[in-house]
């Protein structure tokens, strides 16, 4: 049985930082593992990325019919990659001397994330899924089983 959520005002705003744990485990690690947040911080160096994405997620990005939910989702998962590979290039030249790495280097490993992160939200991020980073998820799940 579907159900419509008919209220269009979602829940208050909150975020996890960057879903699937990546914040989460980043914390942990460098909770424990203080020389790890000294060089790498101690939360993603992105995350204001994904809190960004978090926001368009929480409400669908203003959407209200199906094509235009569409159309913002995918807009707020190619303004998530665009981030993260923003926020490698301004570590670029940092990380490249700190890892004694070219910074061809660094822009290929952060390619290679934000096209990660990419797929990850695009897989696990639908709608009416019951994950609590789903697109719109600060309304009531859309999927209601008997």
């Not at 020389?35 to 939360?43: I, L, M, N, V």
């Amino acid at each position: 049985m579907t159900v419509i959520d008919r209220n269009p005002i979602p829940v208050p705003f909150t975020t996890d930082g960057c879903s699937g744990g990546m914040s989460a485990t980043w914390g942990l690690v460098a909770a424990t593992f203080p020389e790890f947040a000294a060089r790498h911080e101690a939360r993603p160096p992105w995350e204001a990325c994904c809190i960004a994405h978090d926001r368009a997620y929480h409400d669908a990005g203003g959407a209200r019919t199906a094509e235009a939910s569409w159309r913002a989702r995918l807009a707020a998962d190619e303004r998530l990659r665009a981030c993260v590979q923003e926020t490698g290039a301004a570590r670029r030249a940092a990380l490249a001397v700190e890892f004694g790495v070219g910074e061809d280097r660094v822009d290929a490993a952060y390619a290679a994330l934000a096209e990660a992160i990419f797929a990850a939200v695009r897989l696990g991020g639908a709608p009416c899924s019951g994950l609590p980073w789903r697109w719109g998820y600060g309304f009531d799940n859309c999927l209601r089983l008997p």
